[in-house]
């Protein structure tokens, strides 16, 4: 089969697995990280456990604006009305989603009034703020949105594969983003990213155009470099 290569030689609707196959070694290191090996094998530290719960609580409170300002860049920017059906749906279920993580916090005693925000999370949640700028291209900011979304939906659906040993009450955790559903709507967000990282490579060649395909590259490995020092925080021994 002939296959089409752009400007800047990537082959037509394969920009994210190129991607993943340069970055594989930090890819692996945001999906495979020892907290999700030790939640899959049953060693996990329940203490660990609680600690990234905590702070994911505090993280998906400055997801919801992050997901809220896309939403707008999408009715903005995109060229596809579907992208916004699909950012709506991940929206929705974010409502449910703070509802659970209130609820799971009081089954482990973790006290949401108390839980101080570590340095990573911070500098993770004000990523987040500056893509909410409206000066950040739809096309970076769902990138980093789709980015973010697969490390969890790579890291805990691999807690539940054949094999896996996880803690009957992990169990839940894993599902929250390891169901097939979830996986769905990561692939739904994955063909959107393809799709303008397709359409952005197509635009370089036109003059005066900001390399949005560089930067859309450069967001991703920030996020899997925050999402690694994420899970890191779950050691305790950094503040
Ligand atoms: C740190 C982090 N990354 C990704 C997700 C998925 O929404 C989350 N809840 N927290």
Request: hydrophobic share 40%.
């Amino acid at each position: 089969m002939d296959v089409k290569k752009n400007i800047v030689g990537v082959d037509r609707g394969e920009v994210i697995e190129t991607w993943l196959k340069k970055h594989r070694l930090i890819y692996t290191g945001a999906t495979r990280h020892p907290l999700i090996l030790s939640i899959r094998d049953g060693t996990v530290h329940l203490s660990s456990f609680k600690r990234w719960l905590g702070q994911d609580c505090i993280f998906v409170r400055a997801f919801v604006p992050f997901a809220a300002s896309l939403l707008i860049k999408a009715w903005k920017e995109s060229d596809n009305r579907s992208d916004l059906d699909v950012l709506l749906g991940g929206l929705a279920a974010l409502n449910d989603e703070i509802a659970w993580f209130k609820q799971e916090a009081a089954k482990w005693g973790v006290l949401l009034s108390e839980i101080v925000p570590q340095k990573t999370n911070e500098e993770y949640c004000r990523f987040l703020e500056s893509l909410m700028s409206p000066e950040v291209e739809y096309t970076v900011a769902i990138t980093a949105y789709w980015a973010i979304e697969a490390v969890y939906q790579e890291s805990f659906a691999h807690c539940l594969e054949d094999g896996s040993k996880t803690p009957p009450e992990l169990l839940e955790t894993c599902q929250r983003w390891g169901n097939p559903g979830f996986g769905q709507y990561c692939s739904a967000l994955r063909n959107i990213v393809n799709r303008r990282l397709e359409r952005a490579s197509d635009d370089q060649l036109k003059e005066g155009l900001d390399d949005v395909l560089k930067k859309a590259e450069v967001v991703f490995l920030r996020v899997l470099e925050y999402e690694v020092d994420f899970w890191n925080m779950s050691r305790g021994d950094s503040l």
